[in-house]
């Protein structure tokens, strides 16, 4: 795979997911635009990549961020060829403590924001009939949460949704729209949410007995938004371990 040339979007790209997806972009010659949510933590992903990386910190749920996120990355780069929508809100509050205000966050965050980033990103992906846009949704989005609460296994099978409507949409002007659907990956985020112990047993149960690694998750990214994968959109890809089998 070689994306010399291309340019790459990739929301909540600090750690996880997100930072194995733009170190393996920037490896196979792209163009990287970081968001993360402080000025910080995106400009120490950039020093990490080098010089074809940029910085766009930012808080993808508030007004105008999106637009501006595609805007300056247009700035810098002159197109955007790739969007991955990796940012997520990912807690495990159970529903009798869950919160309007919550809820609200986890469908801003995991379904509104990628609606927005799709349609600032969709310009530049016309006018090159051109586009690859990835959304990281979860095994979550395909059954239940194992450590999620509820907002965050409704908001993941939204963008399932989102995917393919966009998928059908989009295709006639070059743009393919898929989504991945991680399992139990080994991410800080994950380490946050359950025991060494608990992950350990849940792992053991899996048919490929261990967790995800983020580089194995960041590789599928890599392969969907690749040339090979022209004509694959409005599908959801599965990187479980086996966990879940449909």
Request: aromatic letters at 6%; glycine letters at 10%; a neutral charge.
């Given at each position: 795979?070689?994306?010399?040339?291309?340019?790459?979007?990739?929301?909540?790209?600090?750690?996880?997911?997100?930072?194995?997806?733009?170190?393996?972009?920037?490896?196979?010659?792209?163009?990287?635009?970081?968001?993360?949510?402080?000025?910080?933590?995106?400009?120490?992903?950039?020093?990490a990549l080098g010089a074809r990386a940029l910085a766009l910190p930012g808080d993808i749920t508030a007004d105008g961020i999106a637009a501006e996120i595609v805007r300056k990355t247009l700035d810098r780069f002159g197109?955007?060829?790739?969007?991955?929508?990796?940012?997520?809100?990912?807690?495990?509050?159970?529903?009798?403590?869950?919160?309007?205000?919550?809820?609200?966050?986890?469908?801003?965050?995991?379904?509104?924001?990628?609606?927005?980033?799709?349609?600032?990103?969709?310009?530049?992906?016309k006018a090159q009939n051109y586009g690859r846009i990835i959304n990281i949704s979860s095994s979550a989005g395909r059954s239940?949460?194992?450590?999620?609460?509820?907002?965050?296994?409704?908001?993941?099978?939204?963008?399932?949704?989102?995917?393919?409507?966009?998928?059908?949409?989009?295709?006639?002007?070059?743009?393919?729209?898929?989504?991945?659907?991680?399992?139990?990956?080994?991410?800080?985020?994950?380490?946050?949410?359950?025991?060494?112990?608990?992950?350990?047993?849940?792992?053991?149960?899996?048919?490929?007995?261990?967790?995800?690694?983020?580089?194995?998750?960041?590789?599928?990214?890599?392969?969907?938004?690749?040339?090979?994968?022209?004509?694959?959109?409005?599908?959801?890809?599965?990187?479980?371990?086996?966990?879940?089998?449909?």
């Amino acid at each position: 795979m070689d994306f010399t040339g291309r340019v790459v979007i990739i929301t909540g790209a600090a750690r996880g997911l997100g930072r194995a997806s733009a170190a393996r972009f920037y490896e196979q010659g792209a163009s990287v635009a970081v968001n993360a949510r402080d000025q910080a933590r995106a400009d120490e992903v950039v020093r990490a990549l080098g010089a074809r990386a940029l910085a766009l910190p930012g808080d993808i749920t508030a007004d105008g961020i999106a637009a501006e996120i595609v805007r300056k990355t247009l700035d810098r780069f002159g197109r955007v060829d790739i969007l991955v929508n990796n940012a997520a809100h990912a807690q495990s509050t159970r529903i009798e403590l869950l919160g309007a205000e919550e809820w609200r966050l986890a469908l801003e965050t995991n379904m509104t924001a990628p609606f927005l980033l799709i349609k600032a990103a969709l310009p530049a992906m016309k006018a090159q009939n051109y586009g690859r846009i990835i959304n990281i949704s979860s095994s979550a989005g395909r059954s239940v949460s194992t450590l999620g609460g509820a907002h965050y296994t409704a908001s993941k099978t939204g963008l399932l949704g989102l995917t393919r409507a966009a998928a059908k949409e989009l295709g006639k002007f070059g743009v393919t729209v898929n989504a991945i659907c991680p399992g139990m990956i080994d991410t800080e985020l994950t380490r946050e949410h359950a025991s060494d112990e608990l992950l350990e047993r849940l792992a053991a149960s899996f048919p490929v007995p261990r967790l995800g690694r983020p580089l194995e998750v960041a590789d599928l990214i890599c392969f969907v938004a690749s040339e090979a994968a022209g004509f694959i959109t409005g599908a959801s890809f599965d990187i479980n371990g086996g966990d879940l089998m449909m």
